[in-house]
């Protein structure tokens, strides 16, 4: 007949509510998910008659939102003074890569142009540099994402500097992943602005900041 040994059930006791907890929390952890500011399509690109090159600098800026983590606020939030930083909930690179590369492969698809922006140009060759700098990016759960944005036009040859600065709104649905989608609507609307003002440029006009 096994003996009932009290020390011996209070030591196995802790280490199974130990397990126990561990396993909840385990089931409790949402997943991590993953989400792009790329365009799903990319628009048809125009035939161009001669090369353009387009150089996009890095993107300027809050130290705040140069993180992989989405930067939220919730819509009751009083005067938006709050902010969460989703662990689980990331861009597939920092906020400011993701922005960057998207606008990039965006302006140069609108014209038809080619990127130079991390692979360099030929010398003597000639490119529109393009300086973007994010002033407020306001990411608002089941209600809207809100940014602001200015930006630079300078070739490298010659002609002055153009200088642009837009606010845009994206009403979304309800859900992190709508706002994920709305902040890469509203991207795909810089893109638009920014392609359009090189064109303007382009043709000796002065640049429209206008976004579609």
């Given at each position: 007949?096994t003996?009932?040994?009290?020390?011996?059930?209070a030591?196995?006791?802790?280490?199974?509510?130990?397990?126990?907890?561990?396993l909840?929390a385990?089931?409790?952890?949402?997943?991590?998910?993953?989400?792009?500011?790329?365009?799903?399509?990319?628009?048809?690109?125009?035939?161009?008659?001669?090369?353009?090159?387009?150089?996009?600098?890095?993107?300027?800026?809050p130290?705040?939102?140069?993180?992989?983590?989405?930067v939220?606020?919730?819509?009751?939030?009083?005067g938006?003074?709050?902010?969460?930083?989703?662990?689980?909930?990331?861009?597939?690179?920092?906020?400011?890569?993701?922005?960057?590369?998207?606008?990039?492969?965006?302006?140069?698809?609108?014209?038809?142009a080619?990127?130079?922006?991390?692979?360099?140009?030929?010398?003597?060759?000639?490119?529109?540099?393009?300086?973007?700098?994010?002033?407020?990016?306001?990411?608002?759960?089941?209600?809207?994402?809100?940014?602001?944005?200015s930006?630079?036009?300078?070739?490298?040859?010659?002609?002055p500097?153009?200088?642009?600065?837009?606010?845009?709104?994206?009403?979304?649905?309800?859900?992190?992943?709508?706002?994920?989608?709305?902040?890469r609507?509203?991207?795909?609307r810089?893109?638009?602005?920014?392609?359009?003002?090189?064109?303007?440029?382009?043709?000796?006009?002065?640049?429209?900041?206008?976004?579609?």
């Amino acid at each position: 007949m096994t003996r009932y040994h009290p020390s011996r059930w209070a030591s196995i006791a802790p280490i199974g509510a130990l397990a126990g907890a561990l396993l909840a929390a385990a089931c409790s952890t949402a997943p991590t998910r993953y989400y792009s500011l790329a365009e799903a399509t990319q628009p048809a690109r125009p035939v161009a008659a001669a090369p353009l090159f387009i150089e996009l600098a890095p993107v300027a800026m809050p130290e705040r939102f140069a993180r992989p983590e989405m930067v939220v606020r919730a819509k009751d939030s009083a005067g938006g003074a709050q902010v969460s930083i989703l662990e689980e909930r990331l861009w597939a690179s920092s906020f400011e890569s993701e922005l960057h590369d998207a606008l990039a492969s965006g302006i140069a698809n609108r014209l038809g142009a080619v990127d130079i922006s991390r692979a360099g140009r030929a010398q003597g060759r000639p490119a529109v540099r393009v300086a973007v700098q994010l002033l407020q990016f306001d990411a608002v759960v089941d209600s809207r994402v809100d940014a602001a944005f200015s930006w630079t036009l300078r070739r490298t040859d010659e002609g002055p500097v153009a200088a642009c600065q837009l606010s845009l709104s994206e009403p979304v649905a309800t859900g992190v992943d709508a706002l994920a989608q709305g902040a890469r609507h509203l991207t795909s609307r810089l893109a638009d602005a920014i392609a359009a003002s090189v064109s303007a440029q382009q043709a000796g006009k002065q640049p429209v900041c206008a976004a579609g």
